[in-house]
């Protein structure tokens, strides 16, 4: 009702002739018997006795003389804002017209489903994800306890008492395979709804802005959940792209060897002085196509190395000590911040080129330490360009952290701390940390270290220390690593307080935006 009201009413034809005035008597007499069959139409859903009583308001809704299936798709999207759900779905049976309106996207904006743990749920479940998957902007999930099993649910609780200690073992083994089918059933229904809002219109509309964008310098996207795609920079036209001045596109999770921008589409960049990519993305092909005349020197460069990547794309495409020289001499300023996520030694030796300016570097891993060899390489080719060095090692034993300085007559993180004489970070947790180190690096780096790091658990001391009766050895280091910074010191006492142990991705994202700001 509210449409054909604010629609403008046409001038009646013949309305100025005299000639004409039957036919407008016979126009407005059609209007109105048009309004009233409508009116009839909108009683008749809304449940309230119209004209003809509600047995004309079935008939107008249902009927072909009423034009239900020939309203226009917008009236019908409208009719349904007033409905429940319920009241949505049963609507929508009367016809295939009303049924195509039924998952219009403005109807749905939030979605709950409530499901239960049951193959049999899969195909409504991938129906209604099909359907609103792409569009929804909340989705609750709800599973159903009722047939969850429990610990005295199974089928041979009702036998004799004296079930034996293999009687036990056998119904443990049963409940754990049908705990196991449970699961199972329960993850790949979670999958089903993950897959289908992976395609959501975010990612359409995240495309749209860049179309639209008509002074965009400033593009940072990480860990987006492949909302970025390896065809989004092609929304943007040349114009945006030969301005934008910084680039980050980081996604591990990019499948096969895939990737977000290619050596072609970056040519297009040619006002870039700040790029941050996924270390395989970044290759030989493009570091030529940073060091073209056309390009402005890039000052910030930051790459993320992770195991997922290394395994699934091959790192002989990436570039070689000249090409890294080649970067260097186009921009004197150019500085490089790495972060390596469980990457074997021998990986590390590869990709860690003498050329490379290397300002920052983070290793953080579950499985793969970092050997002493790697540190000492690190401290010998950057020691000019170093000033952050983050060590992070989540080991679940705490007994056993490994030690850089075995078999070593000298500490790497010592000669670091010696080498690196721009080193104004360092972090270390998980990797043994003898306290007579830890006073050296103080003393050597002075003020001049102003984050300190390291984690209690981390710290060892020499029996000669904790056989000293005279001096408590925690008390003692306290007081002299505080007097070599020139600062008051303590020993991280609580991980959790460490964003850059606890959230290792986004102190990574937040760092390379501080690194790339400072141009």
Same mark, same amino acid.
């Given at each position: 009702?509210?449409?054909?009201?604010?629609?403008?009413?046409?001038?009646?034809? #013949?309305?100025?002739?005299?000639?004409?005035?039957?036919?407008?008597?016979?126009?407005? &007499?059609?209007?109105?018997?048009? *309004?009233?069959?409508?009116?009839?139409?909108?009683?008749?859903?809304?449940?309230?006795?119209?004209?003809? /009583?509600?047995?004309? #308001?079935?008939? =107008?809704?249902?009927?072909?003389?009423?034009?239900?299936?020939?309203?226009?798709?917008?009236?019908?999207?409208? %009719?349904?804002?007033?409905?429940?759900?319920?009241?949505?779905?049963?609507?929508?049976?009367?016809?295939?017209?009303?049924?195509?309106?039924?998952?219009?996207?403005?109807?749905?904006?939030?979605?709950? %489903?409530?499901? *239960?743990?049951?193959?049999?749920?899969?195909?409504?479940?991938?129906?209604?994800?099909?359907?609103?998957?792409?569009?929804?902007?909340?989705?609750?999930?709800?599973?159903?306890?009722?047939?969850?099993?429990?610990?005295?649910?199974?089928?041979?609780?009702?036998?004799?008492?004296?079930?034996?200690?293999?009687?036990?073992?056998?119904?443990?083994?049963?409940?754990?395979?049908?705990?196991?089918?449970?699961?199972?059933?329960?993850?790949?229904?979670?999958?089903?709804?993950?897959?289908?809002?992976?395609?959501?219109?975010?990612?359409? @509309?995240?495309?749209?802005?860049?179309?639209?964008?008509?002074?965009?310098?400033?593009?940072?996207?990480?860990?987006?959940?492949?909302?970025?795609?390896?065809?989004?920079?092609?929304?943007?036209?040349?114009?945006?792209?030969?301005?934008?001045?910084?680039?980050?596109?980081?996604?591990?999770?990019?499948?096969?060897?895939?990737?977000?921008?290619?050596?072609?589409?970056?040519?297009?960049?040619?006002?870039?002085?700040?790029?941050?990519?996924?270390?395989?993305?970044?290759?030989?092909?493009?570091?030529?196509?940073?060091?073209? +005349? +056309?390009?402005?020197?890039?000052? &910030?460069?930051?790459?993320?190395?992770?195991?997922?990547?290394?395994?699934?794309?091959? @790192?002989?495409?990436?570039?070689?000590?000249?090409?890294?020289?080649?970067?260097?001499?186009?921009?004197?300023?150019? &500085?490089?911040?790495?972060?390596?996520?469980?990457?074997?030694?021998?990986?590390?030796?590869?990709?860690?080129?003498?050329?490379?300016?290397?300002?920052?570097?983070?290793?953080?891993?579950?499985?793969?330490?970092?050997?002493?060899? %790697?540190?000492?390489?690190?401290?010998?080719?950057?020691?000019?360009?170093?000033?952050?060095?983050?060590?992070?090692?989540?080991?679940?034993?705490?007994?056993?952290?490994?030690?850089?300085?075995?078999?070593?007559?000298?500490?790497?993180?010592?000669?670091?701390?010696? *080498?690196?004489?721009?080193?104004?970070? @360092? =972090?270390?947790?998980?990797?043994?940390?003898?306290?007579?180190?830890?006073?050296?690096? =103080?003393?050597?780096?002075?003020?001049?270290?102003?984050?300190?790091?390291?984690?209690?658990?981390?710290?060892?001391?020499?029996? /000669?220390?904790?056989?000293?009766?005279?001096?408590?050895?925690?008390?003692?280091?306290?007081?002299?690593?505080?007097?070599? @910074?020139?600062?008051?010191?303590?020993?991280?006492?609580?991980?959790?307080?460490?964003?850059?142990?606890?959230?290792?991705?986004?102190?990574?994202? &937040?760092?390379?935006?501080?690194?790339?700001?400072?141009?």
């Amino acid at each position: 009702m509210l449409l054909f009201l604010s629609v403008p009413q046409p001038r009646p034809p #013949g309305a100025r002739t005299r000639a004409g005035a039957a036919r407008v008597a016979r126009w407005r &007499r059609q209007r109105l018997r048009q *309004r009233r069959r409508l009116r009839g139409l909108l009683r008749g859903l809304r449940g309230r006795p119209g004209t003809g /009583g509600r047995r004309r #308001g079935r008939m =107008a809704l249902c009927g072909q003389a009423a034009g239900a299936a020939s309203l226009p798709s917008e009236l019908i999207v409208h %009719i349904f804002s007033f409905l429940s759900a319920s009241d949505r779905l049963r609507a929508s049976a009367s016809c295939s017209h009303w049924r195509e309106c039924l998952f219009y996207p403005a109807l749905w904006p939030q979605l709950r %489903i409530c499901l *239960r743990v049951s193959p049999a749920e899969q195909p409504r479940l991938e129906f209604l994800m099909r359907k609103c998957g792409w569009f929804v902007r909340e989705l609750r999930v709800e599973f159903a306890a009722e047939n969850y099993l429990s610990g005295g649910g199974g089928p041979g609780d009702g036998g004799s008492a004296d079930t034996g200690t293999g009687g036990e073992e056998v119904e443990a083994v049963q409940l754990s395979t049908r705990w196991l089918e449970v699961l199972r059933t329960y993850l790949e229904l979670v999958l089903c709804v993950l897959v289908s809002i992976r395609n959501n219109r975010i990612q359409q @509309l995240f495309e749209e802005i860049l179309s639209n964008s008509r002074q965009l310098k400033w593009l940072s996207c990480g860990f987006m959940l492949e909302i970025v795609t390896p065809t989004s920079l092609s929304s943007l036209s040349n114009t945006i792209a030969n301005t934008m001045e910084h680039l980050s596109l980081l996604d591990n999770n990019i499948p096969g060897n895939s990737t977000l921008i290619t050596a072609v589409e970056l040519e297009r960049f040619v006002n870039l002085r700040s790029l941050a990519l996924d270390f395989c993305d970044f290759t030989a092909e493009m570091a030529r196509v940073l060091t073209d +005349n +056309n390009h402005v020197p890039l000052q &910030r460069l930051s790459l993320l190395v992770h195991s997922v990547s290394v395994m699934h794309k091959s @790192l002989d495409n990436m570039p070689n000590d000249e090409h890294w020289k080649a970067l260097s001499r186009k921009s004197t300023n150019l &500085r490089v911040y790495i972060m390596a996520f469980d990457i074997k030694s021998e990986d590390m030796l590869k990709i860690l080129k003498p050329s490379i300016p290397l300002e920052r570097i983070h290793f953080d891993s579950y499985i793969t330490c970092v050997s002493g060899a %790697i540190v000492d390489l690190i401290s010998r080719q950057y020691d000019k360009f170093l000033t952050h060095f983050i060590l992070m090692n989540d080991v679940i034993d705490t007994s056993g952290f490994p030690d850089l300085s075995d078999n070593r007559n000298e500490d790497p993180l010592v000669l670091l701390a010696w *080498r690196c004489t721009k080193l104004s970070l @360092l =972090a270390i947790h998980g990797y043994t940390v003898w306290a007579h180190n830890l006073i050296a690096i =103080a003393r050597l780096r002075g003020s001049d270290l102003k984050v300190l790091e390291v984690t209690e658990e981390s710290i060892d001391f020499d029996q /000669g220390e904790l056989a000293d009766q005279d001096v408590d050895p925690v008390h003692n280091l306290i007081e002299q690593v505080s007097l070599g @910074l020139g600062q008051p010191w303590h020993a991280v006492m609580d991980i959790e307080s460490l964003s850059v142990f606890t959230e290792p991705n986004r102190h990574f994202y &937040r760092e390379m935006q501080s690194f790339s700001e400072d141009i």
